[in-house]
């Protein structure tokens, strides 16, 4: 293989990623705009679904524990409760874990891989 047709090669190459890399930039900005709408209604939904489960849940179980005050089962109530809100936590915890993260910026990923695929073919 000659000289000039190697550089040939790496000119169309070095056209191709210049003229992609426009599309990425743009792909890149889409993306990222997506990504801080998508983390922000997230984020806003978890705050008040956490605040206002929170508040229910100790008032309920404050009325609970107000309902077996003056009772035998006073001690058995709150802590039964007590595990209740344990048993939660470690569930909750588990669940957390096991969620698999989002997948962001995954359109230019597959992009980029899908061009260093068609480079690789070019300099064969």
């Keep these: 293989m000659s000289i000039h047709s190697k550089l040939d090669r790496w000119r169309n190459v070095s056209r191709f990623l210049v003229a992609r890399l426009s599309d990425y930039a743009e792909l890149f900005a889409i993306e990222l705009a997506e990504t801080r709408a998508r983390i922000m209604r997230e984020i806003f939904a978890l705050v008040a679904l956490a605040v206002t489960g929170l508040f229910t849940l100790s008032f309920f179980c404050i009325a609970l524990i107000a309902s077996a005050w003056n009772t035998r089962y006073f001690l058995a109530v709150v802590w039964g409760i007590a595990c209740v809100w344990l048993i939660l936590s470690v569930a909750a915890l588990l669940i957390v874990r096991a969620q698999r993260p989002a997948q962001s910026f995954g359109i230019l990923k597959?992009?980029?891989?899908?061009?260093?695929?068609?480079?690789?073919?070019?300099l064969k």
């Design 110 to 122: 597959d992009e980029i891989r899908d061009d260093l695929e068609t480079i690789k073919e070019a």
